[in-house]
Structures are given as C-alpha cells and as structure tokens.
Nanobody
Framework: QVQLVESGGGLVQAGGSLRLSCAAS????????MGWFRQAPGKEREFTAA????????VYADSVKGRFTISRDNAKNTLYLQMNSLKPEDTAVYYC???????????????????WGQGTQVTVSS
C-alpha cells in the first residue's frame, strides 16, 4: 500500500505559478500510474492530469492543457504538477492519486484510482 502526501499549494495572483509535489511512501511508485485531480467548492472532483508509470505518457484536461505540466521522479518517489498562468477558476483542492498499472498507459477516471492524498489548497486571486 502506498501513502501520498501533497504539498506546495497556497495563494497566488492570477498569472502566477505554483509547483505541487506529491511524496509517496510505503511502496515505490514505479509500478503505479499516477494523476492529479481537483475539487472546487460545491463541485465534483475532476480530472486534471495523468502520467504513466515511466512518465513516457501524459494526458491533460482541456482546461489546463498548455498551462500545467505533470511529471514524476521515480527515484525520489515523487509526483509533480507545475502550474503556470494560473486563473481564478483553477482555485480548488488538488489531490494526487495512484493506481497499480500493468501497462504503460494513463488513467483519467476518479474511480480508476485506489490511493489518494489528503489534498492541498490552491487559491488564485484575480
């Protein structure tokens, strides 16, 4: 079983940048596909970005494509989300997630993931 802890959230002005980290423990993440999701107040948790076990494949929600970059360092057991050109509508709690993966693909569905962090708040002011 893998434990996930997010960090790096905070308050930033529109147009600014943040880098989220997700530190894993308990198991090496090299066997896990991973993703970032976000949940705004009153809304359902939504897919943001996903990455394959090796990092060779990535996929993004249309709303963040070209602004966010997901990456991973399996040697450091850490997942990242670089967020640039932030907008007020990016305000949400951001969660990292992991699922054992037996192929080199990505997973975009909330229900596909077995392990979740506690979330980190990102607030973008206008």
């Amino acid at each position: 079983q893998v434990q996930l802890v997010e960090s790096g959230g905070g308050l930033v002005q529109a147009g600014g940048s943040l880098r989220l980290s997700c530190a894993a423990s308990g198991r090496t993440i090299s066997s896990y596909a991973m993703g970032w999701f976000r949940q705004a107040p009153g809304k359902e948790r939504e897919f943001t970005a996903a990455i394959s076990r090796s990092g060779g494949s990535t996929v993004y929600a249309d709303s963040v494509k070209g602004r966010f970059t997901i990456s991973r360092d399996n040697a450091k057991n850490t997942l990242y989300l670089q967020m640039n050109s932030l907008k007020p509508e990016d305000t949400a709690v951001y969660y990292c997630a992991a699922v054992i993966s037996y192929y080199s693909g990505t997973h975009t569905g909330v229900h596909e993931y077995d392990y979740w962090g506690q979330g980190t708040q990102v607030t973008v002011s206008s």
